[in-house]
């Protein structure tokens, strides 16, 4: 058995047990996965990094931020250094890294990740509306929601400026949920800002891109 196939048999098995909820056991065939790949094969390889973010993202899911936080640098600093800072493939590092540090309340540090995130998106357009529409207006989403929750209403809603007005027919088409899933916060941010009206017709249009999915 090659060393790639023995790994995605580890791997496979990662999320058999957190299928079924057996975290422990999940972290615990990770770190092997991680370690076959590290001993097998070169540093670089997305393998290793994959391992590095499974692991990080249990420890995230069962509440144990601390212990993630070192894995998802950690494969933020790989894929650094095996793309560049300023690459798209990047992304995610910075995605989960911002998701972290807003779950622990440390939002100037999540807003820094977004920001990075969001400007390696701007930096591959067009490119990236074409290959990566969804979860870049999923990151715009979720920065404005972290500027929400702070009460940053201007700042949330100046988010979706550029999706609104350059890729918004697009999102629609091809990513309806995404799409309505902007609305509606953007309909938040009016009613927090009392401008009914407007939330309003952000919700109808949210329905009428749901109702027309079907």
């Given at each position: 058995?090659?060393?790639?196939?023995?790994?995605?048999?580890?791997?496979?098995?990662?999320?058999?047990?957190?299928?079924?909820?057996?975290?422990?056991?999940?972290?615990?065939?990770?770190?092997?996965?991680?370690?076959?790949?590290?001993?097998?094969?070169?540093?670089?390889?997305?393998?290793?990094?994959?391992?590095?973010?499974?692991?990080?993202?249990?420890?995230?899911?069962?509440?144990?931020?601390?212990?993630?936080e070192p894995y998802l640098l950690r494969a933020l600093a790989m894929r650094e250094k095996q793309f560049g800072s300023d690459h798209v493939n990047v992304v995610s590092s910075?995605?989960?890294?911002?998701?972290?540090?807003?779950?622990?309340?440390?939002?100037?540090?999540?807003?820094?990740?977004?920001?990075?995130?969001?400007?390696?998106?701007?930096?591959?357009?067009?490119?990236?509306?074409?290959?990566?529409?969804?979860?870049?207006?999923?990151?715009?989403?979720?920065?404005?929601?972290?500027?929400?929750?702070?009460?940053?209403?201007?700042?949330?809603?100046?988010?979706?400026?550029?999706?609104?007005?350059?890729?918004?027919?697009?999102?629609?088409?091809?990513?309806?949920?995404?799409?309505?899933?902007c609305l509606s916060t953007l309909s938040a941010i009016c009613r927090k800002t009392g401008r009914t009206s407007e939330a309003e017709a952000y919700e109808k249009q949210a329905?009428?891109?749901?109702?027309?999915?079907?």
């Amino acid at each position: 058995m090659s060393t790639a196939t023995r790994w995605m048999e580890l791997y496979s098995y990662v999320d058999s047990f957190l299928k079924d909820g057996r975290y422990n056991d999940a972290i615990e065939m990770a770190k092997k996965s991680l370690e076959l790949a590290e001993h097998a094969l070169f540093p670089k390889n997305n393998m290793i990094a994959a391992s590095v973010d499974k692991i990080a993202l249990i420890y995230f899911a069962i509440g144990q931020y601390k212990l993630a936080e070192p894995y998802l640098l950690r494969a933020l600093a790989m894929r650094e250094k095996q793309f560049g800072s300023d690459h798209v493939n990047v992304v995610s590092s910075l995605n989960n890294l911002a998701l972290l540090y807003k779950s622990q309340g440390q939002y100037e540090l999540a807003e820094s990740y977004y920001f990075r995130a969001s400007r390696n998106y701007y930096l591959a357009y067009p490119q990236c509306a074409k290959d990566h529409l969804a979860d870049w207006a999923s990151t715009i989403d979720n920065q404005a929601m972290l500027f929400y929750e702070q009460g940053k209403y201007a700042k949330a809603e100046e988010e979706f400026k550029f999706l609104r007005s350059i890729l918004w027919d697009s999102l629609v088409l091809k990513h309806p949920d995404v799409a309505a899933k902007c609305l509606s916060t953007l309909s938040a941010i009016c009613r927090k800002t009392g401008r009914t009206s407007e939330a309003e017709a952000y919700e109808k249009q949210a329905a009428n891109i749901r109702a027309n999915k079907r």
